[in-house]
């Protein structure tokens, strides 16, 4: 089946600096990749919905200035969390979709941050 | 109403019972649905697919009713193995630029 690799897989950092997180399709081209954050005990939130060569698209609700994202080719899209805090805490995880007529999405191992 | 609604539970129950979770959707012109399991800590992974009225596949049986925009799962002879968050999601109709509506998502706890 199709592959996401999603890196890293954990990171601790301290508040006030930056965290670029890594989604790659290894063996797809996917023209759009979601990320989503899911808190302890809670579902998985959208986030963003980001497409290749073009600007994301935010949630409602999501910083697209604090949570910046690119997609600058068929198989990479990265998040940036910006200037983290501790409240910025989570399980980030990305997904892909490759083409077709129905959507089956393909996950990346999902990156815990955790901002001291 | 949400657009996909779960009972989160959670759903306790003994090795070998079976078990039934519903998830209700509120698009109606949805036609592609998905059970994805997640286990602690893990990312989503693929369970079942439903495309028409159902599929089955071994102890997990999941069921489509588009009249009343529900999908069920149901999981015979539970495994403490099968203990985990189950997420049903439900793509809006249409190629594979859109967005996943995921479910709360239902805890399961399979007990010795």
């Known amino acids: 089946g199709a592959v996401v690799s999603q890196h890293p897989s954990r990171v601790i950092c301290k508040s006030g600096t930056s965290v670029k997180i890594e989604c790659r399709s290894l063996?797809?081209?996917?023209?759009?990749m979601f990320w989503y954050r899911q808190f302890p005990k809670q579902s998985l939130m959208l986030m963003a919905t980001s497409n290749e060569g073009s600007k994301a698209t935010y949630e409602q609700g999501v910083e697209k200035d604090k949570f910046l994202i690119n997609h600058a080719s068929l198989t990479l899209s990265t998040l940036t969390v910006t200037s983290a805090h501790p409240e910025d805490s989570s399980f980030y995880i990305c997904?892909?979709?490759?083409?077709?007529?129905?959507?089956?999405?393909?996950f990346g191992q999902g990156t815990r941050l955790t901002v001291v | 109403r949400k657009e996909v609604e779960q009972d989160p539970g959670p759903f306790n129950v003994p090795e070998g019972a079976t078990v039934a979770f519903n998830c209700t959707y509120s698009?109606?012109?949805?036609?592609?649905f998905f059970w994805y399991r997640q286990d602690c800590r893990k990312e989503p992974k693929l369970l079942m697919s439903v495309y028409s009225s159902g599929n089955e596949d071994g102890r997990f049986t999941a069921q489509l009713n588009r009249a009343s925009q529900y999908i069920s799962l149901l999981i015979r002879d539970s495994k403490l193995s099968d203990s985990a968050t189950y997420l049903c999601v439900v793509p809006p109709y249409g190629g594979a630029t859109n967005k996943l509506i995921f479910g709360t998502g239902t805890l399961l706890a399979v007990q010795p």
């Open positions: 997904s892909a979709t490759d083409r077709g007529p129905y959507t089956e999405a393909f």
């Open positions: 698009n109606s012109a949805s036609q592609s």
């Open positions: 063996d797809f081209q996917a023209t759009t």
